[in-house]
Structures are given as structure tokens and as C-alpha cells.
């Protein structure tokens, strides 16, 4: 007897090669799928340490598969062609900066700051109504559908939609209203119209229908009544990084950039063209699109980059022992994994800690429903800041740099926006973090004075990486895996930068517009329950008790 044949399956090398596929295929059984199937069993035999009986050895090879089910769940809502958002995919890019970085309260640029920012606008819109109209109405109602609707209540969006209604904008209102309308939902407020007071309560505020026929799946209503007559009513749709669009929307006119682009490819040629950087060609077309000039486009860019930095101090100072709101009774540990970081005794372990408490921090902050930044998003809000306040505060970048950082960062962010999505109810987490990541590298290159190429190879990477990552946060609360996953953009940020500026940029093989329509068309397959509607992933495989 061979020693082979004297081995038995629990004592055999599991890392001999030998294929453990019976040289006899049984009469009948197609050899190809056969050995296939063998073959994988033994490789999961040895990865397991389990080896097969004998029966199975010889079993026949399982029924085929049957075919997958359609996308469960929810049904995936096609959005409507004559949205904007759908339509400008086809022309130049238009977004400028003041559009795109915007400041509000967390947690979801699509779910609070969306929301408020129609219910202001249709406060706006209700006040210019005719005196005698206003001095009939009676009631004022917002309906909540789709994803609103589904996942609005871990969000706050009844609470970003009352402060709206209520004249607070997203920029300015001041956190702890919003924290009072949780801790005491019961308040009533006089909305002024003209001569006449309305009163308003989260009541107002209707929870609707999830499925249907929406033209977007982040679609809300608000009306003005007078009893059961209807003075005024808009159907609304926030369309992702906290932009709005109603029925009937026309986007305002706007001026021809100076360098137009539709793509990266195109942005990147203006650039080497011009023998200057993506940042530099942002700026003029910022200047040119909205008539700002330099000193302005870069004091609102200051603006933002301060409260980036902000949002990170503030969630780091946070007490150790904080619960962030809602069902999951979630720990602060921004403050304990910074402070733990750096006693590490590894200066590289030391950095990739740091950087993810910084993102945790302002992730956080967003998780309490403080003010974030939209970059693009408000689950993402912690990727851009960690790398924003680690470039500035860390490695003592010079600010000019991080400026045009900050310029190269959105230009990713518009292409995302133009071509694919920044909705995670349309295109789950990698239209949000991968968004945010694919910025931040960006930012992080263009700060290091990397060439055009390398910028967008570091951005490329970082989108490429995320690519099919769903949305499932846990009881709809934009906190687990929204918090960690911020900290994971964010080192993935960095290591795209790191990978991007160690290679030849030249033999970098995927182009960004590639990773771009890659993202549009997976946004399309993904099954519509992985699309912030908590209906799916670890939204049902993690039980809260
Ligand atoms: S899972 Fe991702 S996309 Fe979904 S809410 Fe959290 S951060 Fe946003």
C-alpha cells in the first residue's frame, strides 16, 4: 500500500496538491462538471480542514441553480426623464461650489437637508400668495414617499421638514432646535403667511406611502390648505447632496464656463493643455460660471474648509461616554480611538488611527444631527474633513493647497453628480462614501502638487474600490456602518493617493469616466432594497435589543 492510499481524509497535508477527485467519473455525469465541482469541494475541504465522506464523493452534482429572483424587496423606482438631474447627464458640467458644499444638519444630505430646504423653499414660494388666499388657509402638510418615507424617521427628515416649514434654513438653524423638536415632539409653531398664523407640529408631517409610481425615490409633497381646498401644493424630489428639484423644475441659467468639459478626460485636457492643474482650470470655470471673482470663489471655499475642520474638532471633544440618538444606543469613540492611536507605538498605525477617529469625529457629529458639510453627502461627511483637517492641522499643508484641493474635489464630486449619482437611494453607499472617497483623494493629490494624471488616477481608485457597496444603516439611522464606513473612505483615500503617486500614472489602466459609468450602471442593477430603505443587508441581519 502506497502511503497516499494509507492517508486517511482527517490526516491528510491539506496543503498537498494532489487533485482529490476520484479518477473514475460516474456513468452518466457530465466530466467536466464533475471534476469542476469536485474541485471545489476539495478546496473547500482543505480551506475548512473538512474532507468529504464517501458519498459524497460520488454523489451527483446538485440540480442547477435556479435562476436568481427578481430584485426583491421594493421595486426599483426608475426615475423620470424630465428631471434635471436625469437630463443634464448629456450636457456641460454647470455645478459650482456654493451649489455643491453645503452646510446643514446631519444626518443625510438627501433626508434633513433636502427636506428642509423644500420646506423653506415652499414657505418662500406660500408667503408671495395673494392676501386674500393666504387669509383662508387653515392647515400646512407635508407627505413624506419612497425612501423619505422608509428610512425618514432614523434620519429626523419630519423634524428638517418642520424647521423648513418654520423659516429655518439648513446653514443656519441652530442644532439644538432640531434636538428639541426630538426631545419634545409635541411643540406647535405660528408659521406667519401674510396677515394670517398657521400652526404647525411634527404632526404635520405624514408619513406616506414607500412604494408607487415616484419620479424620484426621495419624493415629498407639501401643501397649503384652507379646510379641504387646496391654495397651494408642489411635489418635490431631493435629489441627493442635499439639491432639490419640484415638478415643473427648469434650472436657472447660468453662464458659459470657460473651460467646458463633460468629462475627465476633457477636464484633464484643459488642464495639460493649458500646462496648469485641474484646480486652477476649476477656478476659472467657477469665476466664469458664476461671475465670482477669485477672492470670492475662495473665501466661500474658506468657509467650508473652516467648517470641515470644525466639525472634526467638535466630534473629537465629544465625552467618551456619549450616546448618539436613536434605537442603536451607539457610543461616541472618535476621542478614545485619537487617543489610542497615538500612544501607538507605530508612526504609520498612528496615522491610518488618526485619520479614521478625524472622519469618526465629524461622522459622528453628523449621526447627532449637528451641522456637516455636503461633501457630497451627509452620511459621507466625515470622509472630505478627516483629510481636509489632516492635511491642515496634521501635516501643516499650506492652505492655499487644500484650496485647490478642495476645487479638484469637486470636480469628481460633479462628474459623479452629472454621469452617475450622489443618492443613496438611488445608487446605495458607493454613490455617497465612494463619492466622498474618490474627492478626497483627489483633494489629497492635488495637495501633494500631483500632476492632473495622478489625480484623477487616485480618484479613479478610490471610486473603483467601493463599487457596489450598498446602503442598509441599521433602524434607518445614518450610524452603523455610516460611521466606520466614513473612516474607511477615508483611509481608502488615502491609500488611492498613495498607490496613485507611487505608480507610472501613464500604465494606470482604468480611466475615471469608465469607474464613472461603471457606478451609473451598477446604481441601475442594484437591487432596490440595498437603496437606503433599510429593508435589506445588515438593516435586517442585525437584531437591536
Ligand atoms: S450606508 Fe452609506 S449611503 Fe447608506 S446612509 Fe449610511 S453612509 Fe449613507
Redesign the pocket.
Known amino acids: 500500500m502506497s502511503k497516499r492510499e494509507d492517508e486517511t481524509e482527517n490526516n491528510r497535508d491539506p496543503f498537498d496538491p494532489s487533485p482529490q477527485v476520484p479518477s473514475e467519473i460516474p456513468t452518466g455525469f457530465d466530466r467536466r462538471k464533475f471534476i469542476m465541482r469536485s474541485a471545489v469541494v476539495g478546496a473547500a475541504a482543505v480551506m475548512n480542514g473538512c474532507g468529504r465522506s464517501e458519498t459524497e464523493k460520488v454523489a451527483p452534482p446538485p440540480a442547477a441553480a435556479a435562476p436568481p429572483a427578481p430584485a426583491g424587496g421594493a421595486p426599483a423606482v426608475p426615475l423620470a426623464a424630465d428631471l434635471n438631474v436625469v437630463k443634464k447627464g448629456e450636457g456641460i458640467v454647470l455645478t459650482t461650489v456654493d451649489e455643491f458644499y453645503k452646510v446643514g444638519p446631519g444626518p443625510?444630505s438627501s433626508h434633513t437637508i433636502g427636506p428642509m430646504r423644500i420646506t423653506y423653499d415652499f414657505y418662500q414660494k406660500a408667503t408671495k400668495l395673494p392676501a386674500d388666499q393666504l387669509a383662508k388657509a387653515t392647515k400646512l402638510q407635508v407627505n413624506l414617499f419612497g425612501s423619505l418615507s422608509a428610512t425618514g424617521k432614523g434620519h429626523g427628515t419630519e423634524r428638517a421638514a418642520l424647521a423648513g416649514l418654520v423659516g429655518k434654513e439648513p446653514a443656519t438653524v441652530d442644532p439644538k432646535f432640531l434636538d428639541g423638536l426630538r426631545d419634545k415632539p409635541d411643540q406647535v409653531f405660528p408659521v406667519k403667511l401674510g396677515e394670517k398664523s398657521v400652526d404647525v407640529s411634527l404632526k404635520d408631517v405624514i408619513y406616506d406611502a414607500t412604494k408607487g409610481d415616484f419620479k424620484h425615490p426621495n419624493t415629498m409633497t407639501v401643501k397649503l390648505l384652507a379646510g379641504n381646498d387646496v391654495l397651494l401644493e408642489q411635489e418635490y424630489y431631493s435629489v441627493g447632496g442635499g439639491f432639490i428639484e419640484w415638478k415643473g423644475y427648469t434650472p436657472p441659467k447660468k453662464n458659459t464656463p470657460k473651460y467646458p468639459f463633460r468629462t475627465m478626460k476633457e477636464l484633464r485636457d484643459h488642464a495639460d493643455t493649458n500646462k496648469t492643474t485641474i484646480a486652477k482650470i476649476m477656478l476659472a470655470n467657477e469665476m466664469s460660471i458664476a461671475g465670482r471673482s477669485e477672492a470670492e470663489v475662495y473665501a466661500f471655499v474658506d468657509k467650508i474648509i473652516n467648517a470641515m475642520v470644525a466639525t472634526v474638532k467638535s466630534g473629537l471633544s465629544m465625552p467618551e461616554d456619549d450616546v448618539l440618538p436613536g434605537p442603536i444606543k451607539l457610543h461616541s469613540k472618535a476621542a478614545t480611538v485619537y487617543k489610542r492611536a497615538m500612544d501607538d507605538k507605530y508612526q504609520a498605525d498612528r496615522g491610518i488611527g488618526s485619520l479614521s477617529a478625524f472622519a469618526i469625529a465629524a461622522s459622528e457629529e453628523n449621526g447627532r444631527g449637528h451641522l456637516v458639510i455636503t461633501a457630497p453627502?451627509g452620511?459621507?461627511a466625515g470622509v472630505m474633513p478627516a483629510l481636509v483637517y489632516g492635511l491642515l492641522e496634521v501635516r501643516k499643508v499650506d492652505r492655499q493647497k487644500v484650496r485647490d484641493g478642495m476645487l479638484a474635489a469637486a470636480a469628481v464630486g460633479y462628474l459623479c453628480k452629472h454621469h452617475a449619482t450622489l443618492s443613496?437611494a438611488e445608487g446605495?453607499?458607493q454613490a455617497?462614501?465612494g463619492v466622498a472617497s474618490s474627492m478626497a483623494a483627489a483633494l489629497t493629490a492635488t495637495a501633494f502638487d500631483a500632476e492632473s494624471r495622478v489625480v484623477e488616477n487616485a480618484a479613479e481608485s478610490a471610486l473603483e474600490h467601493h463599487l457596489g457597496m450598498t446602503?442598509?444603516?441599521v433602524a434607518g439611522y445614518?450610524q452603523v456602518?455610516?460611521i466606520e464606513?466614513c473612516a474607511f473612505g477615508a483611509v481608502k483615500a488615502w491609500t488611492a493617493y498613495a498607490i496613485a503617486s507611487n505608480e507610472i500614472a501613464s500604465r494606470h489602466r482604468i480611466d475615471f469616466d469608465a469607474t464613472v459609468t461603471a457606478l451609473a450602471q451598477t446604481a441601475k442593477d442594484m437591487n432596490s432594497k440595498y437603496k437606503?430603505t433599510s429593508e435589506a443587508g445588515l438593516a435586517q441581519s442585525v437584531v437591536l435589543c
Open positions: 443625510s453627502t452620511g459621507s443613496a446605495g453607499c455617497e462614501i446602503c442598509d444603516p445614518v456602518p455610516c464606513r437606503e
